[in-house]
């Protein structure tokens, strides 16, 4: 079982930045894929970006390419999302999520979830 702790969301002005962590519980967190998904109010929850167990491969939802990093520090158990250029649309509760196995976008297919962080970005 894995428990994940998001942190530093808040209100930002669009063109700021933020940077979000994720903790995670547990001896395990370097055999999990990481992801960051989004949900916008009345919106789908959406792919945001997600890192290989061992950080050397990603993937980025286009619109966030070129802005936002994700990357990882397995001896801290943490995730992050590095966020700069932020956009009014990008405005939304972010969650982070683990799962085994290999690196896909798809949220259905993680298995632990955070609790999620609002991020506002105002224009």
């Known amino acids: 079982q894995v428990q994940l702790v998001e942190s530093g969301g808040g209100l930002v002005q669009a063109g700021g930045s933020l940077r979000l962590s994720c903790a995670a519980s547990?001896?395990?967190?370097?055999?999990?894929?990481m992801g960051w998904f989004r949900q916008a109010p009345g919106k789908e929850r959406e792919f945001v970006a997600a890192i290989s167990r061992l950080g050397r491969t990603t993937s980025y939802q286009d619109s966030v390419k070129g802005r936002f990093t994700i990357s990882r520090d397995n001896t801290k158990n943490t995730v992050y999302l590095q966020m700069n250029s932020l956009q009014p649309e990008d405005t939304a509760v972010y969650y982070c999520?683990?799962?085994?196995?290999?690196?896909?976008?798809?949220?259905?297919?993680?298995?632990?979830w955070g609790q999620g962080t609002q991020v506002t970005v105002s224009s």
């Open positions: 999520a683990g799962k085994e196995g290999p690196l896909v976008v798809d949220g259905r297919q993680y298995r632990y």
């Open positions: 547990g001896r395990t967190f370097s055999t999990y894929v």
